[in-house]
């Protein structure tokens, strides 16, 4: 009985003779945690609280001092956090994941490191120069740990590098960066899907392309100067919505049959207006949110009442 769920024991339970006692032990077996798990999450939650409060204690340091402080000493201090916190996480005694935990609290660090070193020297970067060398030099971890909450650190620092270069150098089309950022997110997300990375992780960067696309449609929609990079951006869009909503009725997840509706919700009122902006149709356009929102609600209830049935 490995891997088995609240929800199927339940069931189970519904559809056979199976005893009180029977059920509540198969719970306490396979579903309730044991004073070994409590142990292992608090001491996760507690590492990562106190990690996180001492990455937050150390950038509050260097800005109170700023002035106190000689460019050598700044630098100095945060080379050597760096160091010894990465070496730290190659402790060979250290358990696995909180060596994990430590490593993203050093890739952060890595951060603190370069905007120290730019704030000292007035390089005259762009802040896209920031972001795209702390990527580049936190990348070999993020491989070789293979942590989700890293990587998830890392697709944010490619959002970022790729927006804040498009705003200072490129000075590329707003619709052609959300194509960009739409795909190369859709990608990530396609991958993490089939390697089953944890579901936080796919369903924040699932978000994230949804978001971008939905952005996109819109200021397709609204604005004139997007129109050249639209006729590919919709279909591309709307195609992947539709083999979203069908991968979502095969497996029954809630993630794709609510994400979707509510973008494509979004996009429609965002046509609607753009065929008039008088009172009726924004009147009519209000009516329409509502309606179509409280029938996705509907539909997600009673799929959670037929999953748990």
Known sequence: MKNIQREGIETVARHSQLSKKTLAKALKDQVYPDEASWKRFLTLLFLTLGLG???AGIIFFFAYNWADLHKFIKIGLVEILVITVTVLALW???NSQIRHIILTGSAVLVGVLFAV???IYQTGAN???FFLAWTIFVTLWV???NFAPLWLLFV?????TLILYQEQVADWPPLLLYGILFLGNGLIFAIAKLRQAPAYFVHTVGVAA???ATIGMVSGILFSF???YFGVFAPLVGLTYIAGLWHGIQTKSTFYLSAIPFSSIIVIAAFLIDLSDGEWMLLSVSIFIIISVTFVIRNLIQLAKKQSS
């Open 210 to 212: 949804l978001t971008f």
């Open 92 to 94: 060979p005694k250290i």
């Open 53 to 55: 409060f001492s990455l």
């Open 143 to 145: 491989c070789i740990s």
């Open 117 to 119: 070193f730019g704030q």
């Open 127 to 129: 802040a896209y120069d």
């Open 156 to 160: 944010v620092l490619l959002n970022t």
């Open 226 to 228: 997007n129109k050249d």
